[in-house]
């Protein structure tokens, strides 16, 4: 008798709880296969001269892997790692396992699509199917008011009828018992060296989190404690009251947390406490991941206005490289800018209201192309996502389709916050 077993591919959802993909893996196999591939497309130099994937992203992503990897060890298991592109060595897998079928969750960035339907194609040689799942969002498709092709391109809209037509369906458990294919040789984590990372590069770094599950629940069961520290610390100030962040981005971005998990949490957290400013701006922040994931689903690149939006990011036009490196480095001048440069330099993080000052000081201020500020971003950013990330800096810049609702970009209230006129705009603020 041939037992069915599953490659379980893990990609950004490094976690074991309201894994759907897993727990259906589970129960439709006899054993499976988990897998994560370190694919060198994401450790290499853009032609923005900005790496793919910075040191403290890195750094993250190992701790994260490290720590999933453990967990299916204390099940009795462990975690396949492979250095390489997952189209070159999957089939090759399958067929030394005997694999009849692949799992893996649908990412909608325009590079990671094109890898799933890589992989699709040389698996379906050998007539083996690569199932998709969806477990990213806070909604599920199929829940939502309305098909992806009519989900409102306005935020707001999309925020309106989804809260009130829709529901957040209850988390998945983390199995407590799985059957794993029989193997020898599970293959150990790269180092930041083996990912091509000097020691000057690595010395530099201060991230703040650690990366994993646990991890990321002990900080979201932090964020439960209205008498937690986490809402005393001292932070980055916006006119005159302290930003708060709840910092939980980092492991949603790479599926350590579920969002579901954190919705359902802050639910009961709001019944305990009440309501509460803070929890409501983690639940908002859920619903904006969820929007730019959809919009990214539903127009793909056509979710920028910019009609040659592919051309500038394949041959990037000359800048004013003086001007992006002031920016870069923190140097501009304008305190507030520099200072949350330094921090995301140092640390790969910032808050979004630090994300929005330096982001309009570099497209409205110094008056260079946003896709400048996204590429840098993706590089130091350890909660980066494709989707966020990208339709962040495009709402910023107008190049977004929702240009309608204030609430995804207030200009006039990020100059005042500047301290900036509009009649000061241009390069001619550094001379």
Not at 369 to 388: M, P, V
Request: proline share 3%.
């Amino acid at each position: 008798m041939k037992f069915k077993k599953i490659l379980v591919w893990f990609r950004n959802d490094l976690r074991l709880h309201d894994n759907e993909m897993l727990v259906e893996a589970i129960a439709k196999s006899d054993s499976i296969l988990p897998v994560y591939f370190f694919d060198p497309r994401y450790f290499i130099q853009t032609k923005f001269l900005t790496a793919k994937t910075g040191v403290n992203r890195a750094k993250f992503l190992l701790e994260s892997v490290s720590a999933l990897k453990e967990k299916l060890r204390v099940l009795g298991g462990d975690l396949l790692i492979v250095e390489g592109k997952p189209e070159d060595h999957i089939l090759k897998i399958a067929e030394q396992y005997e694999i009849s079928e692949v799992y893996h969750h649908r990412e909608v960035g325009v590079e990671e699509t094109r890898i799933s339907a890589l992989v699709e194609d040389t698996l379906w040689k050998q007539k083996i199917n690569l199932k998709h799942f969806i477990g990213h969002t806070l909604y599920n498709k199929e829940d939502l008011p309305f098909p992806i092709k009519d989900i409102p391109d306005v935020f707001s809209q999309f925020k309106k009828k989804t809260e009130r037509d829709a529901n957040v369906k209850e988390c998945f458990e983390a199995p407590a018992k799985i059957s794993f294919v029989e193997n020898n040789e599970w293959g150990g984590l790269p180092d930041l060296n083996a990912l091509e990372f000097d020691s000057n590069t690595t010395s530099e770094s201060q991230v703040a989190v650690m990366g994993g599950e646990s991890a990321g629940l002990a900080q979201l069961d932090e964020l439960l404690d209205i008498d937690s520290p986490i809402y005393k610390k001292t932070g980055a100030k916006s006119g005159g009251k302290q930003a708060f962040s709840s910092r939980l981005s980092a492991w949603l971005a790479l599926g350590c947390l579920s969002p579901r998990k954190v919705y359902w949490a802050i639910k009961f957290a709001e019944q305990r406490f009440g309501n509460n400013g803070n929890f409501s701006q983690i639940l908002l922040g859920l619903l904006y991941r969820d929007y730019y994931r959809f919009m990214f689903k539903k127009h793909g690149v056509k979710f920028f206005k910019e009609p040659n939006l592919l051309t500038i990011i394949d041959t990037p036009a000359p800048e004013e490289e003086f001007l992006m490196n002031l920016w870069r480095q923190g140097n501009t001048g304008q305190p507030q800018v520099d200072a949350y440069m330094k921090e995301l330099n140092r640390t790969g993080f910032i808050p979004n209201i630090g994300r929005l000052l330096v982001a309009t000081y570099l497209i409205h201020v110094l008056q260079l192309h946003w896709t400048r500020g996204a590429f840098y971003f993706e590089e130091k950013l350890i909660d980066y996502s494709a989707a966020s990330n990208w339709g962040n800096w495009a709402s910023i810049a107008g190049e977004g389709l929702d240009l309608k609702s204030k609430t995804m970009f207030d200009l006039e209230k990020q100059l005042k916050m500047l301290d900036i006129n509009r009649s000061e705009v241009g390069h001619s603020y550094l001379s």
